[in-house]
């Protein structure tokens, strides 16, 4: 999702550089060594940066990839919110699900008992608990 975020902002913010599809072969490429460096492409390295080519999202549902991270953000928060009270937490993600396509975004967040940010503290909380289980898992 970072790779693909990064990239529609590059391409949006570069228009004139974006019209040369090496340049964008070379970003794309950039931008997934940055975000997944763990990911070895040896020997299929010129491959790399034409993977941009193969997410239609890009071109066809600018920005829609984010839309991943803010539902992911979301479901974190409501899982937080189950580990301390999971009877309320249920209840407000119910509340928000009734809500259906009638109130914006950060409403539903609202009404779920989350927090429609994005900010650092909000993302080092999701992120302490998901590092924190996977220990967790890790250690039996």
């Known amino acids: 999702m970072a790779v693909v975020d990064g990239f529609q902002h590059w391409v949006y913010e570069n228009p004139d550089l974006a019209r040369d599809t090496a ?34 999202h890009i071109l066809l549902s600018p920005f829609y990839y984010i ?36 109130a914006a975004l950060p409403e539903l967040f609202r009404a779920a008992g989350t927090k429609f940010a994005f900010d650092v503290e909000t993302l080092r909380e999701a992120t302490a608990l998901i590092e924190r289980t996977i220990n967790e898992l890790q250690t039996g």
């Open 23 to 56: 340049r964008c072969d070379e970003h794309w490429a950039s931008l997934h060594r940055l975000f997944l460096p763990h990911l070895d492409w040896s020997g299929v390295e010129e491959t790399l940066g034409l993977c941009w080519r193969l997410q239609d």
């Open 67 to 102: 839309e991943y991270g803010i539902a992911q953000l979301g479901a974190i928060q409501i899982w937080v919110n189950s580990l301390a009270e999971p009877a309320a937490a249920l209840r407000a993600y119910r509340s928000a699900l009734a809500l259906g396509n009638t």
